[in-house]
């Protein structure tokens, strides 16, 4: 009897050990070694450069992705109508952008790495009615008074030390008021290097103020200039409200994409451009008033094109929140997604994404 039940228990842990050896493990079904990764053209997030390879804020995303797990992986280069349908039937692995988006079978989405809105693009305008208006503005009149008062202390101490041996130019039968408006002209003239001639230092003491005047002149000019630009209207782009802001104005956008289908919506006639890249500079070349798209790939063009002279606003409109898009016959996704948290949450992150599209 007691043989019997042994044999029993000998019999019964033998089964399952066999069992349990006959079992591969989850990572064995479910790693997959190489993966097929689609792309498609949508800088910043995805072109190639000169030598064919892809670049880009999602390639190098899924680089560092693929790197920390340490999985192979092809690039194929697919249109964005395909991809939904190549990772639903599995010929496809993953894409490395792709808008959220609900009811796409078989697809899994990762955590959202990137959100971008609607972005309006207008032509700089300048105009003699434009640069008039400037000069009549509370912040040209600071730019005008600091730079007299800087001008007028350097006025002051170069008469007060050029005033008793120099009368020819500071000093003489001037008054204090005449004296220092000498020096006030000398330090003008000096700053903008006009330099007449008329008036000059002679001691150490004066000549020594004014090399250092001129010195610090350098970096002034530099910066008053740039400061006027900026306040008699050097390049202002018109204030748009979205969408009425845009209604009977000659619009451009690219159809196919969420930005034409958002205007067609809003029964908004637009004309339509191969890519965001040619509408940029058919707005700059004055062809149209505004041109809609993705801010990111507007910032993207004007910063990457020096011939497109346009500014970029902003609407928080119609938002894109792109991520990586998984088909769901693997189970690697979950291990991706953490990683991929840890990444954007990383100060160098932002750093990549000023770099692509600096605003």
């Not at 609900?102 to 105009?127: D, E, K, M, R």
């Not at 009549?136 to 008062?149: D, G, P, Q, Y």
Request: glycine fraction near 8%.
């Amino acid at each position: 009897m007691k043989s019997n039940i042994f044999y029993l228990l000998f019999s019964l842990w033998m089964l399952s050990g066999n069992s349990l050896l006959a079992q591969p493990t989850p990572a064995d079904s479910t790693v997959v070694e190489n993966w097929q990764v689609g792309l498609y053209e949508f800088p910043p997030y995805m072109m190639k450069n000169k030598e064919g390879k892809w670049e880009g804020i999602s390639v190098e995303l899924w680089q560092d992705l693929a790197d920390s797990i340490g999985i192979t992986y092809q690039f194929q280069e697919v249109s964005q109508q395909e991809i939904p349908n190549q990772l639903g039937t599995g010929r496809l692995n993953a894409t490395v952008l792709l808008p959220v988006q609900a009811g796409l079978p078989n697809v899994t989405f990762s955590h959202i790495y990137h959100t971008t809105f609607l972005g309006v693009a207008n032509a700089q305008t300048q105009s003699l009615t434009s640069i008039a208006k400037g000069l009549f503005t509370k912040r040209f009149l600071r730019i005008v008074i600091t730079l007299s008062i800087l001008l007028l202390i350097v006025g002051t101490l170069i008469w007060l030390i050029e005033r008793n041996s120099n009368d020819e130019s500071f000093g003489g039968e001037r008054s204090v008021a005449q004296g220092i408006g000498s020096g006030f002209w000398w330090a003008g003239v000096t700053m903008t290097t006009i330099g007449y001639g008329d008036k000059a230092p002679v001691t150490f003491w004066g000549r020594a103020v004014a090399l250092l005047w001129m010195l610090v002149a350098m970096a002034v000019t530099a910066s008053l200039t740039a400061a006027l630009v900026s306040a008699v209207g050097g390049g202002t782009a018109e204030a748009i409200e979205v969408p009425n802001g845009l209604r009977k104005k000659e619009v451009g956008t690219v159809a196919d994409s969420p930005f034409g289908k958002y205007l067609d919506e809003e029964n908004i006639k637009y004309e339509n451009f191969a890519s965001a890249e040619e509408g940029l500079k058919a707005l700059s070349e004055q062809k149209l008033k505004i041109f809609a798209h993705n801010t990111a790939t507007l910032r993207y063009w004007v910063n990457e094109n020096s011939n497109i002279t346009v500014q970029v606003k902003n609407t928080e409109t119609l938002p894109q929140r792109y991520a990586i898009a998984y088909s769901t016959n693997n189970s690697t996704v979950a291990k991706l997604d953490s990683t991929l948290i840890k990444i954007i949450n990383q100060p160098d992150w932002q750093q990549r994404i000023n770099r692509f599209m600096p605003k």
